[in-house]
């Protein structure tokens, strides 16, 4: 009986089920057909009442049989991205047809019968091949909207001047050598794009377009705009970016609609004050001209919202910019601002705030670069207390070991000691050295390890605003060493510091006859200016090719798998050569020639090399954060901080100090954040757990890398042992307390230290031994190991994900130590590919220059919280995400033309591809937040075919890596792979899902 009920139960849902099925057949109005395998469309039955029919993204070349019989009732036909050359005849029976999209498509040439639909109201033909319009066109006289842009257009037919209720044109990028005069004749035109043509005037007559609303003239190389322009009432927005525009026609005010005008990349030298009257104004784009000076009457735009000033070399902003109280984007950078007017934190609505590439000192360039609020918090304490100009420069000695940085730092801050005493090499070393004391004028030298050891750390000290000396042993230098003695150290601070200043200081002048002296100082200036020619001129071919490829259009690229830039969109290929010309724009100042100098008895040349150490100071133009202006009691803070001799302060200890500079706990924030910024301290108040401490004793934090990066077992001994020599090491009997009480044998430490130096391994309660006397409690040993894993140093093995470790010993790992050359893969996991169904992704970074020292090491401890059942090589990461197992590989460079390279790579079967997407992804993300602290660095970034390495390719193609940030192309299925033209790649192993969230190659 409940079976029979249940039978019962069922056959009703399946029949209301059809009865609604039915019931929606019968009202349906919209279809969209898909073919599976490029196979042939055919019409479902009971189609008549179609309203709306897509068959986009198809591949069609014909149309399905019956469709211009069967569908009497369509209104809207999408036929955009299929493979037709010309206008089905099917669709001119289509007699109720109102909209018809045919874009994205190989139409070379619209038929004559175009004309036969006459009801059309919206044609979109754009992104074909299309070289003339037929005169037919004409007869379409109820179209309102129509699109023609990326086709190959030279003229309009006269008879297009009939299309006299059309409000919308984009006949934008074609091959118009001429504004068509057909044009001037539609008087309901509201909507026109003509960007992208030939044509560089336009007619006198233009003013017939009284209806015109929206008028788009990007990139015509128009350089006069006529006087009849200004009789365009109407219009609300103009964009005329990418001209040779100097000055607007006297009535150009007279355009008082106008809510938004794009003037970028144009010829202005002068403010074109014409614009200062159109009051409703309310978007304004000035980017990329020749300004110098902004009016004070920019002030009345009080509707302004958005104001571009970029790239330009204006020196100063008016006071009265702080009254666009409506502003919500304000571009600023790559100018020569040094001081932003008062009052600035007015502008509180400001969202988008680009400032950097400016010589800003007040406020100081860090403040700047934190944002609207702390530049307000800035000003306001500047109102509270008094100014204070306290110069001080970092300088940094760098060069390779043994080529004598520390007797140099020594002679220059007249701590003369014999030679033969002073031991180089004990990692990173800073001297306060007061240079002139009538001016205050102080010199934070900093002396930088030569050692490799010290690879890791030293990019953490080359930092904007600095000067660098880069000394270099004449004694020891031959012209075939010239890269590894200079020329490696010029790379590293183009990449890490671009437009830094280089002063050379050659070094054992004294050991060298003259003649030797002059000959090895001319090699080194002639191969700084070749190896300086050859970068300059790599990073210009490449502008080249993305002008080029920009030229030839997205349509074009997307179509030619063989072009370098396959399918990379325009947007990306503009943030390439912005990043490029900014690494040609911002090259090292090399400072000639080179000096030679004697730290022995004679101290040759060390006073002319003090001297030319303050005259480059004094040069406000080239250090202008040297002379900034800081509050009173912001610099009252940051020496009440240098007092305290502990390792660290709480945020309440830095509380309490700062009410002792008159800073309330509001204001102090911001105070830290400039310190921190400017490198007088560490304070990372973006991290949960580090932002309640502030690091401001950095020799003594210096102090605790060199422990870790010194690299000989007998020092890391003695510093273990509590007494104050080393003994016999093999004794049992010698024991050594550590911070539990607990005993630990000198064969036991050794073993450690062992460990430490083969894979980098090291337990909390040996790091706390190593560190004293720099440390003294466990607490100070927990903040140091979160400060070094923030850092990129080491990574916590067995950190628990939420249970306390109850007492069991913490275990770190140091990557950079890491001895054996490869990963071993953990439990039974597959080697990549092993099967024909496993597709690989596997993208790749490569560094034509330099790679960054570290680079390798920091990366591996940034993804450990993204990855499980890790094991490292020395180049070799093995580790899984979730279950997807991942492979971090690192290349060094095995001769002079080989690049370097970087790799990331997992597997999965075809449909599962997304897998391998979500356990790469992040990882990538991570790497490329890792490359923004290099904004010199010249790397590109690629997408490796997976069906060449599944044939084992050795010169696998590579896909542009700027499609990792691009939403996967609408309709696009498969790839060609150029190294095989007939072999296809799913779009899903070169684009991921959802584009990355940080760009490759983007700063």
């Not at 304000?330 to 100018?335: F, R």
């Not at 150029?978 to 940080?998: F, I, M, S």
Request: hydrophobic letters at 40%; aromatic letters at 8%.
């Amino acid at each position: 009986m409940e079976d029979k009920e249940n039978n019962l139960r069922t056959a009703r849902l399946w029949r209301d089920a059809a009865l609604r099925s039915r019931k929606l057949r019968s009202n349906l109005r919209q279809l969209t057909l898909c073919s599976k395998n490029n196979k042939e469309i055919i019409l479902p039955d009971d189609v008549a009442e179609i309203e709306v029919l897509n068959l986009g993204n198809n591949s069609l070349q014909e149309l399905p049989e019956g469709l211009g019989s069967t569908l009497s009732n369509l209104r809207i036909l999408v036929l955009r991205r299929n493979k037709f050359t010309t206008l089905p005849y099917a669709v001119f029976e289509l007699r109720q047809l109102l909209e018809l999209d045919l874009s994205h498509n190989c139409v070379r040439s619209l038929p004559e019968d175009v004309g036969q639909l006459k009801g059309l109201k919206k044609l979109c033909i754009s992104h074909n091949r299309i070289q003339n319009l037929p005169a037919q066109i004409g007869a379409l006289q109820l179209l309102e909207e129509l699109d023609v842009s990326f086709n190959d257009l030279r003229d309009f037919p006269r008879s297009f001047s009939n299309l006299r209720k059309l409000r919308t044109l984009d006949a934008d990028h074609n091959k118009l050598s001429h504004f068509p005069p057909e044009l001037l004749l539609l008087s309901d035109l509201e909507e026109l794009d003509c960007s992208g043509n030939k044509f560089e005037s336009l007619p006198a007559d233009i003013m017939k377009l009284q209806s015109i609303k929206i008028f788009w003239l990007s990139t015509l190389h128009i350089s006069v705009l006529p006087d009849t322009f200004c009789h365009l009432h109407k219009l609300e927005s103009l964009m005329l970016d990418g001209n040779n525009l100097t000055v607007l026609p006297p009535s150009f005010g007279s355009l008082q609609r106008l809510k938004m005008i794009n003037l970028s990349s144009n010829a202005f030298q002068n403010f074109p004050q014409v614009i200062l009257s159109i009051k409703g104004l309310e978007e304004l784009y000035l980017s990329r001209n020749k300004l110098t000076h902004i009016p004070e009457e920019v002030g009345q735009l009080v509707k302004l919202a958005n104001l571009w000033l970029d790239n330009n070399n204006i020196t100063y902003l008016p006071d009265s910019v702080v009254e666009l109280q409506r502003l919500e984007e304000l571009v600023l950078q790559g100018n020569q601002i040094a001081i932003l007017p008062d009052n600035f934190g007015k502008l509180s609505k400001i969202n988008i705030w680009k400032v950097k590439d400016n010589p800003l000192i007040q406020p100081p360039y860090e403040v700047c670069m934190k944002g609207i609020p702390y530049i307000a918090a800035y000003q306001k304490e500047l109102a509270h207390s008094q100014l204070a100009v306290k110069p001080r420069l970092k300088l940094v000695l760098m060069g390779m070991k043994n080529a004598g940085k520390t007797l140099l730092r020594q002679s220059v801050v007249r701590k003369q000691q014999d030679a033969k005493s002073v031991q180089g090499n004990k990692g990173i070393e800073i001297t306060n050295w007061v240079a002139d004391a009538d001016r205050s004028l102080t010199f934070l030298v900093y002396d930088l390890s030569g050692k490799q050891n010290y690879d890791l750390i030293k990019p953490f000290f080359l930092s904007p605003g600095a000067l660098y000396i880069l000394v270099v042993n004449l004694k020891a230098y031959s012209p075939k060493n010239f890269y590894v003695q200079v020329g490696y150290f010029l790379h590293l601070l183009s990449a890490k510091v671009p437009h830094a200043v280089v002063c050379l200081v050659g070094t054992h002048a004294d050991l060298c006859a003259d003649m030797e002296l002059e000959e090895k100082s001319l090699d080194i200036h002639r191969q700084i200016a070749v190896q300086e020619k050859r970068d300059t001129e790599c990073l210009r071919d490449l502008v080249q090719q993305v002008d080029q490829v920009l030229e030839q259009g997205y349509n074009f690229r997307i179509s030619s798998p063989h072009i370098l830039f396959y399918g990379v969109s325009d947007k990306n290929l503009r943030r390439k050569k912005a990043q490029l010309q900014y690494m040609l724009k911002h090259r090292l100042q090399v400072l000639s020639p080179i000096l030679c100098v004697s730290c022995t008895e004679t101290q040759r040349n060390i006073q002319k090399l003090r001297e030319k150490l303050m005259s480059v100071a004094d040069h406000r133009e080239i250090f202008p954060n040297l002379h900034r202006v800081l509050p009173k009691s912001w610099q009252m803070l940051e020496e009440l901080h240098f007092k305290s001799k502990d390792l660290w302060l709480s945020w309440w200890d830095s509380a309490r100090l700062g009410l002792q500079a008159g800073l309330t706990e509001d204001r102090l924030q911001c105070a830290l954040s400039y310190l921190h910024e400017s490198g007088k301290l560490l304070y990372f108040e973006d991290s949960l757990t580090l932002k309640e401490y502030i690091f401001h004793n950095l020799p003594q934090f210096i102090g605790v890398l060199n422990v870790f990066f010194q690299r000989d077992e007998s020092t890391l001994l003695d510093r273990l042992l509590s007494e104050g020599e080393r003994g016999n090491k093999g004794r049992v009997s010698l024991v050594v307390e550590d911070e539990k009480g607990e005993n630990l044998r000198v064969t036991h430490l050794q073993h450690h230290v062992e460990g430490f130096l083969q894979h980098g391994l090291l337990p909390s309660n040996v790091i706390h031994l190593l560190l004293r006397p720099l440390i003294q409690t466990q607490q100070d040993l927990h903040v140091i190991m979160e400060l070094l894993e923030k850092m990129g140093i080491c990574y916590c093995m067995n950190k628990p994900r939420s249970k306390p470790l109850n007492g069991a010993t913490v275990w770190y790992k140091f990557p950079s130590y890491i001895r054996k050359e490869e990963a071993v893969a953990s439990g039974s996991s597959l080697p990549l590919c092993q099967f024909f169904s496993v597709e690989q992704l596997h993208i790749e970074y490569t560094f034509p220059f330099l790679f960054p020292p570290g680079l390798f090491a920091r990366f591996s401890v940034q993804i450990n919280s993204h990855v499980v059942q890790r094991s490292d090589g020395r180049h070799q990461i093995f580790a899984y995400r979730g279950k997807v197992p991942v492979v971090i590989s690192y290349q060094p460079s095995k001769g002079k033309l080989q690049t370097e390279s970087l790799s990331i790579a997992s597997h999965a079967s075809l449909p599962n591809i997304w897998t391998a997407w979500q356990a790469i992804t992040p990882l990538v993300e991570e790497l490329n937040v890792l490359l923004q602290e290099w904004p010199g660095l010249h790397y590109s970034v690629h997408i490796l075919c997976s069906k060449c390495l599944k044939r084992g390719s050795p010169n696998p193609h590579a896909f542009p890596g700027e499609l990792l940030s691009q939403p996967r192309p609408e309709g696009l299925t498969e790839l060609i792979c150029p190294k095989n033209g007939t072999e296809r790649v799913d779009v899903a192993l070169v684009y991921p899902p959802t584009p990355t969230v940080v760009s490759p190659c983007l700063k």
